[in-house]
């Protein structure tokens, strides 16, 4: 099966399977079966093998799968075997919480720079190791330095010219925290997070339980 067959529910998986696996293989855990996988992330062992299947044999029947060596494939799947520069536009609470996430570095995300209109947060240009540049700036700042992702957590009037320069600059992907849905070139990739979408589902099923499917 190519990857153009595999459908997004199934890619969306994959960072809930990378989880768990680092969990257990952190308990010294060598190996695990499908079922013992099943228990621990409530998605059914026939779901899982459906799912790891769409990338290659990991597991032997009777003997389940080595747990270091299916971290190592879901990596390289996932793309965190590699290393990715991010800048963020937006120093606000959001993107602030964002910078402050110190797994991104772990996993190999790293800062090179952060980008907003505020002058106190300009003008304080070497705060916690990172520069705070105008985003006037930022055009050029692309123009000079190779960027894989660029975050954009900034109010949603300012959004879509922002991702405009940042595919313009060169970077293959955006992190969308802004509350509006942007547009971007075929080439670059765009993952959008609405907070207020997530809330609006949590109270919906809040409010309408019998929808709910455990």
Known sequence: MT??????SVIKRLPKYYRYLES???????RVSS???SEITGLTASQIRQDLNHFGCFGQQGYGYNVSELIDELSKIIGVDKTYSMILVGFGNIGHALYKYRSFRDLGYEFKAVFDKNPDFISDATKDD???????????????????IGIIATPKEAAQELADILCEGGVK?????SPVDLKVKNN????????????FTLTY???SPEDFIF
Not at 173 to 177: A, D, E, H, L, T
Not at 188 to 199: A, G, P, R, T
């Open 3 to 8: 990857k153009q067959n595999i459908s997004l």
């Open 24 to 30: 257990i293989n952190e308990k010294g855990i060598i």
């Open 35 to 37: 079922k013992e996988l």
């Open 130 to 148: 990172i520069e705070i540049l105008d985003v006037k700036k930022l055009r050029d700042y692309l123009k000079e330095n190779k960027i894989d």
């Open 173 to 177: 992907g955006i992190w969308n925290f």
């Open 188 to 199: 670059v990739v765009i993952e959008s997070v609405h907070l207020d979408e997530s809330l």
């Open 205 to 207: 099923f809040m409010n």
